[in-house]
């Protein structure tokens, strides 16, 4: 038993170090940026609303009609504060290159508040409370996402309005943004959980009974 809760902790221990070693990378900025706006615009891509645009005055012209889903309204209101979706992202530190940025808790995290349930004491440095706010990178990412997005804003809008038929993903991050030699995290694709679940169904199981109220370091997890 005490093999098994050192050897655990050993594994979550190098998990969390790295989580503090390294910032997104700009494929991962814009990778999750497209991630972010293709979402938003999917989301409202099957409304019939129309707009009419253009003001009547004096000259007797009519409004014009316009489909709101082929109008440049959609695509403000998708941009508007797209970056602020990113701050929903956790780090999976235990998931290998760009696959570590997802929404949810991460198996570390769980694993740590399921041992705080179980009556371990675990140090990590800040309030418990705080164990869900955006970390550095997430935020980092963030704030990448609204730089990339400004400096790239007429790329964005032809994409919308003549090249739709394209990949967001590759039409910006392939052919506008990043070199061959960065487009690495393109290629990466989820394909599932792997590696820590089984050690956090037996933490989940076994560990923090009999521990007397110990407080571990969150260096050693």
């Known amino acids: 038993m ?47 609303e129309v707009l009419e645009v253009g003001e009547v005055l004096d000259t007797g012209k009519r409004k014009r009609k316009i489909k709101y889903n082929t109008s440049e309204t959609r695509l403000t209101e998708a941009v508007d504060n797209i970056c602020e979706g990113i701050l929903q992202y956790s780090v999976h530190a235990e998931r290998p290159g760009s696959l570590r940025y997802s929404k949810g808790t991460s198996q570390t995290m769980t694993t740590l508040k399921n041992l705080v349930n179980k009556g371990v004491k675990v140090d990590m440095g800040i309030p418990y409370e705080l164990w869900d706010e955006p970390s550095v990178e997430v935020s980092e990412m963030k704030k990448q996402c609204e730089t990339m997005l400004e400096e790239y804003e007429e790329v964005v809008e032809d994409w919308y309005f003549h090249h739709q038929e394209e990949r967001l993903e590759r039409f910006l991050c392939e052919n506008h943004i990043l070199k061959r030699s960065e487009q690495e995290c393109l290629k990466e694709h989820w394909k599932g959980d792997t ?27």
Not at 12 to 28: H, I, Y
């Open 195 to 221: 590696g820590l679940k089984g050690a956090e169904k037996t933490s989940a199981s076994d560990i923090g009974e009999g521990q007397g109220g110990k407080t571990h370091d969150a260096g050693e997890l």
């Open 2 to 48: 005490e093999v098994l809760f050192l050897c655990l902790f050993s594994i979550f221990g190098s998990v969390v170090a790295n989580q503090d070693e390294r910032l997104p990378n700009k494929c991962e900025v814009c990778k999750y940026l497209t991630v972010e706006l293709q979402a938003t615009l999917d989301r409202s891509s099957r409304s019939k």
